[in-house]
Structure formats: C-alpha cells, structure tokens
C-alpha cells in the first residue's frame, strides 16, 4: 500500500508531505521511502492563520475560511506528491491538518482542534483520507500528544539502553524507550518562543526580508545568555509537571515572551534569542535526564540550528557523561519529514484497524483506532484485516524504481 502522510507543524510555515511503501514481513510494518516535498504556505493564508491563533480572538467566518484554505492548501500539496513520488498510484492520504488550537484545563486536554477539511483533499487526489487523528485519543482521556509516540516505540523497539526520539518543530516533545515501557511528552517550546523573537525584534535581513527564524542559529552565535532572562523563563510551572502532559503555542506564545522579557528592559534581539535557544537546549536534556537516556535521536526542525544542536548536546553531557545526539536521517526517516512519514504510518494503522496510541504515552484509558476516514472518487474499500498487528517498525530503502513486492493486503479504495 502507498500512503502519503502530510503535516504542518505548530510552527505553521509550510507542508510537509511523504509517501511511503508499506508491507508486512512477519512481525514488521516495512516501510520503504519513496521521497518527500514540501509546500509553504502563501504569505496571506499564513498571516491569517497567525492573526486567528491563541491568544488572538476570531470569529467563525475566520474559522470556515481557514479550514477551506488549508484544505485547499493540503489537497495541492497530496496532488503533488501522489503525481511526483507515488507515479499517480498513492492508495490512501493521512492527513494530519493544521493545529489551531489544544484545549488543556488543569493538565487535562479536554478538546482539540485541527483544521484543513479532507473533503478538499479527496476531491482533488480521488484518494481516501485519514483525518482527525487526535480527536479519539482525547475522548479516551488521552492528551491527544505526541501521537508519533506508536511509531517511535515500533521504530526504535530491541535497541540497546533507553532510546530517546526527539522532535524539534514548534514544540519539542520525546519518546522515551526505557525498561518500564514507552512514555511520550512535550517537554517545552523548541522553535515556538525563538521563531517569536525573531519576527519581534529582530528586523529585516540584509536582502530587507522580514526574518521569521533563526537560520542557522546564527542570531543566538552572535548573542550572549542572559542568565536573569533564562532563569525567569525557566521558572515556568509547565516544566515541573509530571508526564504524559502536552502543550503549545496556548501557552508559548509572543506574549507571553514579551511579559517575560519586559522586566529586564530592551535586550538586544540576539540575547533573547541566544537566551531562549539555551531554554530550549536545557528543557530537553533536564526532562529526559532521569530516564537515563543512552542516545538521543532528533528529527524537526530545530536539527538544522547548529547551535541549538551543539548547545543540546552540551547539556545532555551535563552531569551524567556524553549522551549520543544523532538525527533520524541516520536510521532511515529524514529528519525534515519524519513526522509526515509517521502519520502516514498512522494513516496505514487507521485503514486496517489497528489502534495508533499507546495509552502510557499519551495518558488515554485504552489504545484507540484513530481519525476518520473520507472515501476517494472509487468509493470506499478497506484492506482484509491482518490476522496480528505488526509490533516493529523495519524502514528500508527503496532497491529501484517502483520496487518491491506488493502488500498484499489491499487497498481502502480497491485495486488500481
């Protein structure tokens, strides 16, 4: 089966789409990579969407336009890659949409909201669509996040020590592997407060381009920590929280970085920026520190900022000895796409349903079958049930041009 899974992070600039070959092989989900492309945002529909986000107010009409627009905006970006990466033969799109907004009361999440209507997506691709993965988890008593811990837990299942996945997109959220079974977080903002930095304070660059990130790093090299600053933002009772817990930009917004910084009068840009890269460097190493980490595995983002990288390797060493830091390229899934790749598992999963949480990671009662499914141009069709759900995840990579066997387990929309 040929699944194309696309995602657009809490950090809103651009789609992220991949497709993928899945298979079974005993007890193994293969997964065999079949490229990757990504599609930003046109420059209206994300000041739109950032005008329309926590903690500014909207209105309905706001909100149908959007989910229109981002509908519209994934459908183009599954045409693509079913036309370039899938030769026009994708069976099935899992999309994860754009999330507006996480409802979390007390540090239990009571609602969530993705936008981007599948029916755009259907209509274009004549594909099916998975969609709405979160929303089951969180009628489970779920946090609804991180929901790529199943796949971290298949991918990374029968390595040695306690393996950490990693994830650096707006948010920074782990998947810890240790000998009491899989546990999954967010420890704390990753880009989402350096991105907000960015566009406040630090001006246009030298082409007179407004800047919207750090890139590579290079605003927090130029800059000094402020410790008052590090210590003030570090003092978030967020952080002290005990796992599973999930956040986003609800909380991590540009707000309240400035009611953060104004304390301390005006900082230069690079200070506030080297300050929060440093907060983000140490918010992860301090949550996965007492799980005895032995590698950690990043993927997001945040890999391509040298400094956050060096910084986090820095304080992962901290104390306890050098903790390998190595990215998912090196195990097969890149590092740009990795969560695109984990909801097309996740899409996969849903089509032969199978659940796609595990409740230890995000707090649910019991494991739950996720999202909903809208049928394609062929009608609906789902795959012949597996006898036993694959336990490990075996990526492979691709040996020629349209290689590898068959599924054999169908397609949600019949043969092709």
């Known amino acids: 089966m040929r699944v194309i899974g696309l995602m657009s992070g809490t950090s809103y600039d651009a789609i992220d789409a991949a497709a993928a070959e899945f298979t079974v092989d005993g007890d193994a989900l293969v997964l065999t990579p079949l490229g990757t492309l990504g599609a930003t945002y046109d420059d209206a529909l994300r000041e739109a969407l950032a005008g329309a986000l926590p903690p500014a107010g909207t ?3 706001t909100v149908c336009r959007l989910d229109t627009r981002i509908g519209q905006a994934f459908a183009a970006a599954a045409l693509r890659a079913d036309a370039r990466l899938c030769g026009g033969r994708a069976d099935l799109i899992a999309s994860h ?5 996480h409802w979390s009361e007390a ?36 946090q609804g996040a991180p929901l790529v811990s199943i796949v971290d837990a298949m991918w990374l299942r029968g390595r040695p020590g306690v393996s ?8 920074a959220n782990v998947t810890v592997l240790s000998q009491g ?21 630090a001006g246009r660059d030298r082409a007179g381009r407004a800047r919207s ?19 003030r933002l570090l003092a978030e009772p967020y952080y002290a929280l005990p796992a599973p817990k999930t956040t986003g930009k609800e909380l991590f917004h540009l707000a309240y970085l400035r009611a953060a910084v104004a304390p301390f009068g005006r900082l230069p840009a690079e200070d506030v920026v080297a300050t929060l890269t440093r907060l983000t460097a140490r918010t992860v190493a ?40 190595r990215t998912s390229d090196g195990l097969g899934l890149p590092s740009d796409a990795k969560e695109a790749y984990a909801f097309a598992v996740l899409g ?12 230890s990671c995000t707090g649910a009662r019991h494991p739950s079958v996720l999202g909903s499914i809208t049928p394609g141009g062929r009608g609906l069709r789902l795959p012949t049930p597996l006898r036993e759900a694959p336990v490990r995840l075996d990526v492979r990579p691709l040996r020629g041009p349209d290689s590898g066997p068959d599924s054999g387990s169908g397609s949600p929309d019949g043969p092709r």
């Open 286 to 325: 301090e949550a996965v520190r007492p799980f005895g980490a032995t590698e950690v595995i990043a993927s997001g983002g945040g890999t391509r900022n040298p400094v956050l990288m060096r910084w986090l390797e820095e304080e992962l060493g901290a104390g306890t000895g050098e903790v390998p830091l």
């Open 213 to 231: 990130m750090d890139a590579q790093g290079a605003l927090a090299a130029r800059g000094r920590v402020h410790p008052p600053l590090l210590g």
């Open 59 to 61: 209105d309905l009409a």
């Open 164 to 171: 950490v996945a990693l994830n650096l997109g707006g948010i």
């Open 348 to 359: 996969w999963l849903t089509a032969h349903g199978l659940p796609g949480t595990l409740a």
């Open 181 to 201: 079974g899989p546990l999954a977080f967010d420890t704390g903002p990753a880009n989402a407060l350096i991105d907000a930095a960015v566009r406040e304070w």
């Open 107 to 142: 540090g239990r999440v009571l609602g969530t909201l993705q936008l981007g209507e599948p029916a755009w997506i259907a209509e274009a691709t004549g594909r099916p669509v998975v969609s709405g993965f979160r929303t089951r988890d969180v009628a489970a008593g779920g």
């Open 97 to 101: 949409g754009q999330t507006v907004y």
